[in-house]
């Protein structure tokens, strides 16, 4: 088991993209109230009182969409001011960052992940839920912006759809030939949208290696990540390939993340809502830090047994929340 060190923060549990993959077309969902959220405050409280304490050194920013979120340009500045922190990125849809980038980056920001499921304007479209003028270019806009300004590495996600999206693997490859970018393929999940899920399954990580190595070559890469990801590179690439494959080749002995959701509930599996501490009521509740310090260290030793080894494993049911509101 790794040393669980890294610390997904949803910021929001609001997105203003509807992606198929993260919740299900059509749906309603009871977003939270602006006081259900932790504040900035009670956020820096947690991270100086409670997590840096048990070991946690690097984090990732996440949503919903983060960068609704009120303030957070000052957020990032305060988190990548904390002597102890190693390691701060964010995870975004970039359609708000072409405005936003440089103050992010002035304010410590300097790693940054990008949603784009795909480089055809209709396709991105219908992914992410849009049916007016279409947003691809303002997003397309965000990520070139974030590239001049100097962000490295910029990653790019991509959840592959069979017959959504599928066909563009190999373009979506191809950007890191001439570009420092780094691609990330990340299997399909059956949480956020069960419904397609079902009807579309998902693709092996290993077959889209195989069609990239078919095509441009593909050997193992030196540069290897924080997370997940089995890491490739295309020969004399500039960028990265990188494979999340949590449905065909289970990371969970691997795994060193907890998430923390916008309204302050510690989750130490993506797939598996046993074991959550309402970190937020607590405080709020006057239970002291240190008690909050041991509920998240008890949390950690008993974490390898709440992972999802196995598919068939995990919190019977349905998941109370969508991957929108998780931040994956």
């Known amino acids: 088991m790794n040393q669980v060190d890294y610390l997904r923060i949803s910021l929001i549990d609001r997105c203003n993209f509807r992606c198929q993959y993260c919740m299900p077309e059509g749906a309603e969902l009871d977003y939270l109230l602006r006081q259900e959220l932790l504040t900035n405050e009670e956020l820096l ?30 957020l990032v500045r305060a988190i990548a001011s904390l002597p102890e922190t190693q390691d701060l990125a964010m995870t975004t849809n970039a359609y708000l ?13 300097r790693r940054i992940n990008i949603s784009l499921d795909s480089l055809n304007p209709e396709t991105f479209d219908k992914v992410i839920g849009n049916r ?6 303002q ?15 910029l990653k790019l996600n991509v959840v592959v759809i069979p017959g959504v999206n599928d066909q563009e693997v190999l373009d979506l490859a191809a950007l890191t030939i001439e570009r420092c970018w780094h691609v990330r393929f990340i299997e399909f999940m059956p949480i ?8 579309s399954a998902w693709v092996p990580s290993e077959e889209l290696r195989q069609n990239i190595r078919d095509t441009f070559g593909l050997m193992e890469s030196n540069v290897q990540g924080n997370g997940p990801a089995d ?3 295309i020969p004399e690439a500039k960028g990265t390939l ?40 607590s405080l709020r509740n006057g239970v002291d830090l240190i008690q909050l310090r041991a509920n998240v260290r008890q949390l950690l030793m008993i974490k390898p047994e709440i992972n999802f080894k196995e598919r068939e494993s995990g919190t019977p049911g349905t998941y109370t929340r969508t991957m929108s509101q998780i931040g994956g």
């Open 132 to 137: 007016g003028r279409s947003r691809w270019q």
């Open 139 to 153: 997003t397309w806009e965000g990520i070139q912006t974030a590239h001049r300004v100097g962000f490295d590495p």
């Open 242 to 281: 990188g494979f999340i494959s949590q449905m065909s080749e289970c990371f969970c002995d691997r795994c060193n993340r907890m998430r923390l959701s916008a309204d302050g509930w510690l989750r130490p599996c993506l797939l598996n809502e046993s074991g959550q501490i309402d970190l937020k009521t």
């Open 192 to 199: 956020g949208n069960a419904q397609l899920f079902g009807e």
């Open 231 to 233: 890491v490739f590179q």
């Open 97 to 109: 960052l072409a405005s936003m980038a440089q103050e992010l980056y002035d304010a410590g920001l």
């Open 45 to 74: 409280t947690l991270l100086q009182e409670v997590f840096i304490p048990v070991g946690f050194r690097k984090f990732r920013l996440t949503g919903g969409e983060p960068l609704l979120r009120p303030g957070v340009v000052d």
